[in-house]
């Protein structure tokens, strides 16, 4: 009877990672489409994951921070940031770590990352950069009391692995932070206005959650907003975000505009997920 339960459990895990799977993988964009642009819809930019005063109250710092205190010995006030980006998240609390494991599989990323610790000026605390995706650099990182991985999953195809992997670095714990549904969802409705195109919906946070239960963790958590205001300004930047990621050129800006003032873009709630090694 024992032997049935974990199998079925991991069996359950592998239907819910291959269920994940299928549905990222429906948000792939027609290449008659894609096609047209010279900007990658996808392209991420470091500033916009960089520190700012408002990562650094966010609630996925705080739980870092509440999770670190439970360290009991100096190796374990050590973060790993799994999707690093610009360190917004890490390099809010390098003043409270004695070490920071920064990994991410652009080299730009980890580039800008590198020179903002620089400015930081905190010597105390070691840096150990790593480049290339988390499945093939995860033995090669080690481990770290805390492991921080934030908005990251969406491009994640296989969560069961991902997730051990990240289990398995942590000595404290973990915490994962991920919008409700994929980022690219506030641009749903401008890819049905211009090109008449349904776009997917899931997967979503929920799914995670049960992916992560059915790996026998036992997670906690809680939902946010990143800012104060339910719908987001329409300026320039948010333009040409949604611009880009409907693969249209700089020449239609003011049609994007004029589109998002009709029909403004609400934020998306952020989940917080996170546990401790002896959930």
Not at 230 to 253: F, G, N, W
Request: aromatic share 6%; charged share 25%.
């Amino acid at each position: 009877m024992a032997r049935c339960h974990v199998v079925c459990k991991l069996m359950n895990s592998r239907t819910l990672c291959d269920d994940w799977e299928r549905s990222l993988a429906g948000w792939a964009i027609p290449d008659e489409i894609l096609n047209q642009t010279s900007t990658s819809p996808w392209r991420l930019r470091p500033e916009n994951f960089a520190p700012s005063a408002q990562r650094a109250n966010s609630p996925t710092v705080m739980k870092i921070r509440e999770l670190l205190n439970r360290a009991t010995e100096v190796e374990s006030r050590s973060l790993m940031d799994v999707g690093c980006g610009a360190g917004g998240v890490s390099l809010a609390i390098l003043d409270e770590v004695t070490s920071i494991t920064a990994v991410d599989v652009s080299g730009e990323m980890l580039e800008s990352f590198r020179r903002r610790y620089h400015e930081a000026g905190e010597t105390r605390v070691t840096l150990k950069l790593v480049q290339g995706s988390w499945l093939s650099v995860a033995q090669e990182s080690g481990r770290a009391g805390v492991v921080v991985c934030a908005n990251v999953l969406y491009n994640v195809p296989n969560p069961c692995e991902f997730i051990t992997r990240l289990n398995d670095a942590a000595l404290i714990g973990v915490v994962i932070e991920i919008h409700d549904h994929h980022p690219h969802s506030v641009a749903n409705p401008a890819w049905k206005h211009f090109w008449n195109i349904d776009r997917p919906e899931m997967p979503s946070a929920g799914q995670l959650i049960e992916i992560i239960k059915s790996l026998g963790i036992n997670p906690e958590t809680s939902s946010f907003y990143r800012g104060s205001e339910k719908t987001l300004t329409v300026d320039d930047d948010l333009v040409e975000s949604i611009r880009q990621r409907i693969c249209l050129d700089a020449s239609r800006d003011p049609e994007v505009k004029e589109f998002l003032i009709e029909n403004p873009v609400r934020q998306l709630e952020s989940r917080l997920i996170w546990w401790t090694k002896q959930s």
